[in-house]
C-alpha cells in the first residue's frame, strides 16, 4: 500500500509542474537525492535508495509549484524502480525518447554542500543543547558558540574546561 501511495504522490507532482520556474532549494535537495540514489543503486542498497526518492518526492510535494528540470529528474532516478509509470509521465511531460534512454544524472558537489548545520552541544557527554550554525564552523568558533548557550553556561559555572571533543559540522562535548 505505502508504495503505491508513493507513486501517486509522484503522478500528482505532475500538477504542480511549470516550465519557466526554477528552486534553489529543490536544486539542492534534487543533487542530495542524486548522489544517495547513485551510492545506494551502486552498492545495491535498493530499500535505501526508494527511501531517498520519497523523502525527495515528499520534499517537491511541499512546494506550491515545481521546476519541470526537478519532476524530471525524479522521474529518471525512478525509472530503475518503476519503469512503466516512469516511461507513462516521461511521455506525458512531452519528451519523445525513453526515459530509459536518458543518461543518469550527475550531481553538483557545490549544490549538496548544507550551508546551515544543526550543531550538538554537550557538557560531560550529555546532551545540553542543539543550536543551529554555520557549516565548516572551527572548533574555537564553536567552543565559544557552545559557551554562549544559557543552557550550558550554567553546568559549566565555576568549573574549568579539561578537554573539548569536537566532530567538525556535528557536535562538541565540552569536558568538565
Do not use: C
Not at 9 to 32: F, G, M, W, Y
Not at 76 to 92: S, V
Not at 97 to 105: A, D, N, T
Amino acid at each position: 500500500i505505502g508504495i503505491v501511495r508513493f507513486l501517486e504522490k509522484v503522478r500528482a507532482l505532475r500538477e504542480k509542474v511549470q516550465a519557466k520556474i526554477e528552486s534553489k532549494n529543490l536544486d539542492a535537495i534534487t543533487n542530495k537525492a542524486i548522489k544517495k540514489v547513485s551510492e545506494d543503486l551502486d552498492n545495491l542498497q535498493y530499500n535505501t535508495a526508494l527511501a531517498t526518492l520519497m523523502i525527495f518526492t515528499n520534499e517537491m510535494a511541499k512546494e506550491e509549484k515545481v521546476p519541470i528540470a526537478n519532476y524530471q529528474l525524479l522521474i529518471t532516478l525512478l525509472a530503475p524502480f518503476a519503469p512503466y509509470i516512469a516511461e507513462e509521465l516521461w511521455h506525458r511531460l512531452g519528451n519523445k525518447e525513453s526515459v530509459h534512454s536518458q543518461k543518469w544524472p550527475e550531481y553538483d558537489e557545490k549544490l549538496i554542500k548544507d550551508e546551515v548545520i544543526t550543531l550538538v552541544i554537550q557538557v560531560n557527554s550529555k546532551i545540553r543543547a542543539k543550536i543551529k550554525a554555520k557549516a565548516g564552523l572551527l572548533e574555537n568558533e564553536a567552543k565559544a558558540l557552545a559557551i554562549s548557550q544559557e543552557s550550558v553556561r550554567k553546568w559549566l559555572q565555576g568549573k574549568e574546561i579539561k578537554k573539548v571533543i569536537f566532530v567538525p559540522n556535528k557536535l562538541i562535548n565540552l569536558v568538565i
